[in-house]
């Protein structure tokens, strides 16, 4: 099973940035978290980060023709904002799942609104760099047919 492991805007200033909302591990951190999670449970993991949108919405694309079977993917402040990102996932049909490392829903009132989670089978806010984990389980779940509630 391949998934891909997108993070939009900012992301690779983790360590750097608002550590009270992200905390203090670096976007390196994150990858190599990620990475030994993948190799536990037997899954092939590709990462993208961009600070810019259009690069995000043709990673997506590419992930169509690479076969890419998930995607996890933090837009950042693209969730937002972004109609272009929600189009690209739809596009795909990718089996996707929103991550937001902070607790958003007790954030400020812009960042309520998230366009991609319209097209994501699960949103998971508030768990830290875990949320990514828990995001790349329920894909691995979902292929085998055993996840249960997105929400
Ligand atoms: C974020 C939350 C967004 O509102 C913010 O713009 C980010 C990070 C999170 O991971 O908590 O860049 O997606």
Redesign the pocket.
Known sequence: MKILVMN????NMLGI?EPA??GRETYEDLLALIRRHAEETGVEVSFFQSNHEGALVDAIQQAYFDKVDGIVI???????TSVALLDAVKSVSIPTVE??????EE??DF?QVSYIRLACVKTI??KGFA?YLEGMDFLKALAEGEAGDGC
């Open positions: 939009g805007p900012n992301l940035r909302h992200y933090n837009p950042g402040a693209y969730t937002h991550v937001h490392i902070s607790k958003v954030r400020e960042r806010t508030g949320g």
